[in-house]
């Protein structure tokens, strides 16, 4: 089975400063995707990154890098230049392989965020 | 476009009530999602739909019932509900066969059971 483990259950961070959100995972599967979401508290899920199993290099998307260490099961979200809106709740999620068409999705407990001034 | 839409935002209604939550995407995406978010958990899976055909049920009471009456429309009928069940339904869709992509979330309609 599919494990997803966010240890931060809320993080502070200085607005213009770094943070990084910490994500392990489990799976026995050799193919899988990560990805980041962040629900701020209306409620939406907004996707921010994706990292595939296979992929060599560390996906970035503007501010969002993500940190890939295979070997050791992580997948850490990096958020440079912290801003006031970044505040909201992060969840770490693995999808696992399938051939139904569909996504099957486990999600961690979440981190919440909160970007001081 | 990459907009999934909910209706309604908000919803109360008594045990007895009989409502329907409606989710709607135009991406021509085959694969759609009902989740249930209780406050400060994660998304647990209710239902998933591939190419308007159920595909899982996460062992979901029958007092909701999903229908998906073609590939752009997915619909959560719901009936004698109980005051546990007052959470964010959320719903998210996806393409098919690309491993890279992502599944894409409504806002959301937040349930009060009364």
């Known amino acids: 089975a599919q494990k997803i483990t966010q240890t931060q259950p809320g993080m502070f961070v200085q607005e213009k400063e770094a943070v990084t959100l910490d994500c392990t995972y489990d799976?026995?599967?050799?193919?899988?995707?990560l990805f980041w979401y962040k629900q701020p508290s209306s409620g939406e899920m907004i996707f921010l990154i994706y990292?595939?199993?296979?992929?060599?290099q560390n996906a970035t998307e503007g501010r969002y890098s993500l940190n890939f260490q295979k070997a050791r099961k992580s997948a850490n979200l990096v958020i440079s230049a912290s801003q006031l809106g970044d505040s909201a709740m992060y969840f770490c999620?693995?999808?696992?392989?399938?051939?139904?068409?569909?996504?099957?999705?486990?999600f961690g407990t979440g981190t919440k965020l909160q970007v001081i001034p | 476009d990459t907009e999934v839409t909910q209706t309604p935002k908000h919803l109360v209604m008594g045990m007895t009530n009989k409502k329907s939550l409606k989710c709607e995407q135009h991406?021509?995406?085959?694969?759609m999602y009902w989740y249930k978010q209780k406050a400060k958990k994660p998304p647990e899976l209710m239902f998933v739909?591939?190419?308007?055909?159920?595909?899982i049920n996460e062992s979901v009471p029958s007092r909701f019932s999903p229908e998906c009456p073609n590939s752009s429309l997915l619909n959560l009928h719901l009936h004698a509900l109980q005051p546990e069940d007052s959470a964010l339904y959320l719903c998210?869709?996806?393409?098919?066969?690309?491993?890279?992509?992502?599944?894409?979330f409504g806002p959301g309609t937040r349930l009060t059971v009364l």
């Open positions: 998210a869709s996806s393409r098919p066969g690309l491993v890279t992509d992502t599944q894409y």
């Open positions: 799976t026995s599967d050799q193919s899988y995707g």
């Open positions: 990292q595939g199993s296979y992929d060599e």
């Open positions: 999620a693995m999808r696992e392989s399938n051939s139904g068409g569909y996504q099957k999705v486990t």
């Open positions: 991406m021509g995406h085959r694969a």
């Open positions: 739909y591939s190419y308007e055909k159920l595909s």
